[in-house]
């Protein structure tokens, strides 16, 4: 459960990439890394479906590892990543989650700007089909293109990760993670405003002080 969470966070990192002259899916991961690195800001909205149960958010990135995703959900809850500790804000339980990351823990969590990388060392990574835009879902007008990412060991967290690349504005659209168990996770990403204004303010978090705070809970059994 906890490297799932992990592998969830380090999703949100890939959500928004681009691509240019597509030749390989492998060509590609490194063309869509590279244009991700030079991102120095963006927000968008984000649709979450974990197994059924959605949610909606807006989530806003700042260079080089800030993050956060706002839920519309009664209460609010939270996920923060201010370059030094995730936080994982459950205002329904009354929680607060907290993990250190160091180098070493960005690495193993793919929240670090090598975070594309790691994924393409533990996925082979392919089209779906081919590099040819199909709609996103049946009848839409936006085109994607679809590459899939396959564990390489039975540790990941993910048995597959399918990415839609808007074929116009090179972004991700959906990441659709499925776990062995046979689990979905879906995010929808979109109205993306890139390398926009954002404050640092953005990414302080002041947890009302009637909460139960848990550290370490990526790693701990």
Do not use: H
Request: aromatic content about 12%.
């Amino acid at each position: 459960m906890k490297k799932l969470v992990i592998c969830l966070a380090g999703l949100l990192f890939a959500s928004t990439l681009a691509f240019s002259q597509i030749v390989t899916a492998s060509s590609y991961f490194n063309d869509v890394s590279d244009y991700y690195a030079k991102l120095n800001t963006y927000r968008c909205e984000i649709e979450v479906d974990s197994d059924g149960r959605a949610m909606k958010g807006n989530l806003v990135y700042s260079r080089p590892q800030f993050i956060k995703v706002s839920f519309n959900v009664k209460g609010g809850q939270i996920l923060l990543f201010d370059g030094t500790t995730l936080q994982l804000y459950l205002p329904g339980q009354e929680t607060l989650l907290q993990q250190p990351i160091n180098e070493k823990t960005a690495d193993d969590a793919s929240i670090s700007p090598r975070g594309l990388t790691l994924f393409k060392r533990y996925y082979t990574i392919a089209f779906e089909t081919d590099a040819t835009p199909v709609p996103l879902d049946e009848g839409s007008d936006v085109k994607v293109v679809n590459i899939m990412l396959y564990r390489r060991a039975s540790s990941e967290a993910f048995e597959s990760i399918k990415l839609s690349i808007d074929s116009e504005s090179k972004l991700i659209r959906r990441v659709v993670a499925t776990t062995p168990q046979g689990g979905v996770y879906r995010f929808d990403m979109k109205n993306y405003r890139l390398n926009v204004p954002v404050s640092n303010g953005e990414f302080y978090f002041e947890p009302p002080a009637y909460i139960t705070s848990y550290n370490n809970f990526l790693f701990q059994e």
